[in-house]
């Protein structure tokens, strides 16, 4: 648990990418859109079906008179249709873009296994349904472009024999298609949408207290972007739609309608083998053999009181209450072993985690087998016994965020836990009245916790937010907290620097 024992080495592609995020915290941890790409996403979606509303209300969904009401709107109430219209466009590319980026994300980091695997599989089935909206929506206005890729997508469509006529035959009349057929458009950009949204329910009910709204200023300023967009590029109609002649398109969206030119420069056959086998692979990733998965936590009915504060602090769900077996009138915590992400933030939560108990071998109610907690005291005892007094540094890590192991020396002593969430609070208090002279507490940057909450739950409960609460009777003189990525390194020694001189002045000032 100290550097020596680390308990889950990070693939290097992993501390690659979060490297990468933690350089993008220019301003803060807030503002940094890559990590908030699920909410960016989700906060689109909401500013797609409120400008969508709009657009329906206005448009005529009629194939003769679609053109006209969509023109009007950015000709003769540019002050609001016009805006709504343009939002509603660049709101679907940021939609797909931060979808896209986020998929990478999860990806990148792994986040697609065992107990993610079935938000991995509701995200993958949303790609689908994504496209389809997407390229939809243009179809709408009836114009140059619509009908360019209405004609694009019939003929990809027609490879598959699934048509008695050919979908294409409806675009062969030389005045427009029929009303029923531009009807069925409306419907469909209507109704996936709305199965998007059951769907993203869906992908994150396995998640507790999902994250769907960016921060307050991050929405801000994607809000205010997404209008300065749509005021100085507003989106206006081609010439209308001439099945009579081939469309002439002085404007093209790449990141919507990628898939038509890439038809255009392989083959319909190429484009679908792409993409059916790229969803293929999605589908499968999850089902890949994980080398030995880390242990699950568990449970010690003796030591359980019934509290449910482990199920409130659990990122995923896992936890749930039983009657106890042996106590008659309590409850117990299950942990259900397929959804634990091995995270250890229920021992962080758990009152009988607390090192302050008199018994020679730390059980508390919920516990790491990897890391016990009774480890932890023990090594801290032993670490602290063996500084020299007065020169006793204790570093309290966590493996995902800076490699606090490298900051191990004579006087400091460094333990990584599996997340900074592990760690009970109490455990501040125990090592400075075990003689540590300072404590400092390292986790990752808000937003950046590998488990989702972990960082958020340590934070309140080490300020007195949140059960089980760092007593206020601790001198905040002698710890601190300091959030810094993996490559935070120079970031948490600077810290423990400050503590120290912190620490020194008051010594001196006694
Ligand atoms: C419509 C598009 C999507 C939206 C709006 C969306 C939104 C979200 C949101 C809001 C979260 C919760 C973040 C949190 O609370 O920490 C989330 C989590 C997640 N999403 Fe998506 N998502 C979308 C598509 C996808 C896709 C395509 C994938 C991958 C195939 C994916 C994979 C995941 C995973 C693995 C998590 C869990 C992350 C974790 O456990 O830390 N999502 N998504
Ligand atoms: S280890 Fe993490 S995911 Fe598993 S039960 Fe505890 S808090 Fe929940
Ligand atoms: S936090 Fe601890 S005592 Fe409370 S229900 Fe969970 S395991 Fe039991």
Redesign the pocket.
């Known amino acids: 648990m100290n550097a020596a024992v680390a308990s889950m080495p990070i693939p290097a592609t992993q501390r690659w990418w979060q490297r990468c995020e933690d350089r993008l915290d220019l301003l803060s941890p807030r503002l940094n859109p890559l990590r908030h ?3 960016i ?2 906060l ?2 909401w500013v797609l079906l409120a400008s969508g509303v709009y657009l329906y209300a206005a448009i005529d969904t009629s194939v003769s008179g679609a053109y006209a009401s969509i023109d009007r709107l950015s000709r003769e109430q540019w002050w609001l249709g016009g805006i709504l219209r343009s939002v509603h466009r660049y709101a679907a590319d940021l ?1 797909v873009l ?3 980026l ?2 990478l994300r ?2 990148v ?1 792994g ?2 296994r065992g ?2 695997r079935m ?6 089935a ?2 689908p ?2 496209m389809v909206s997407a390229i939809g929506g243009f179809w709408l206005n009836w114009d140059q472009l619509g009908q360019y890729s209405a004609i694009a997508t019939a003929e990809w469509l027609d490879w598959w024999p699934l048509f008695a006529t050919p979908f294409m035959r409806n675009f062969l009349g030389v005045s427009s298609i029929s009303d029923r057929l531009f009807s069925l458009f409306v419907f469909v950009h209507l109704g996936v949408p709305l199965l ?1 949204l059951f ?2 329910w869906f ?2 009910r ?2 507790a ?4 709204w960016p921060p307050r200023a991050l929405g801000g300023v994607m809000l205010s972007m997404l209008l300065l967009t749509a005021l100085s590029a507003p989106v206006l109609s081609h010439a209308p739609a001439d099945l009579a002649r081939v469309p002439v398109l002085p404007a093209f969206d790449w990141l919507l309608l990628a898939v038509h030119p890439l038809v255009a420069a392989t083959s319909a056959t190429t484009v679908w083998l792409a993409l059916l086998s790229m969803l293929l692979l ?1 589908l499968a990733l999850p089902l890949w053999p994980q080398r030995s998965p880390p242990a699950v936590a568990e449970v010690h009915a003796r030591h359980c009181s019934g509290c449910r504060r482990c199920v409130a602090d659990c ?2 769900d896992a936890i749930t209450m039983t009657a106890h077996p042996q106590r008659p009138g309590f409850a117990l915590a299950v942990v259900d072993a397929d959804a634990c ?1 091995s995270c250890g933030i229920c021992v962080g939560s758990c009152p009988s985690s607390t090192p302050f108990r008199s018994m020679a071998r730390l059980v508390t109610g919920i516990d790491m087998p990897q890391q016990p907690i009774d480890t932890l005291r023990r090594m801290l005892r032993e670490r602290l016994q063996a500084m020299p007094p007065g020169h006793r540094r204790v570093v309290f890590g966590c493996d995902h965020g800076a490699p606090v192991g490298a900051l191990e020396a004579a006087d400091v002593a460094t333990f990584s836990l599996i997340c900074i969430g592990q760690l009970p609070p109490a455990f501040v208090e125990y090592a400075l009245r075990d003689g540590a002279d300072m404590v400092l507490v390292s986790g990752c940057p808000e937003s950046g916790c ?4 972990g960082q958020r739950w340590a934070a309140a409960r080490l300020a007195g937010e949140r059960d089980p609460k760092l007593r206020a009777a601790v001198p905040a003189s002698r710890w601190a907290t300091v959030w810094a990525g993996a490559d935070g390194l120079a970031q948490v020694a600077a810290a423990l620097d400050t503590l120290q001189q912190r620490v020194a002045r008051e010594k001196t000032a006694r």
Do not use: D, N
């Open positions: 790409l699920g909410s996403a989700m689109m979606f939609f931060c979808t896209l986020h998929l999860e990806w980091l986040r697609f107990f993610r938000t991995w599989w509701t995200g993958t949303l790609l349904l994504l998007m769907g993203c992908h994150v396995k998640l207290q999902p994250i769907v999605l990122p995923y992400a590998a488990f989702r909450l």
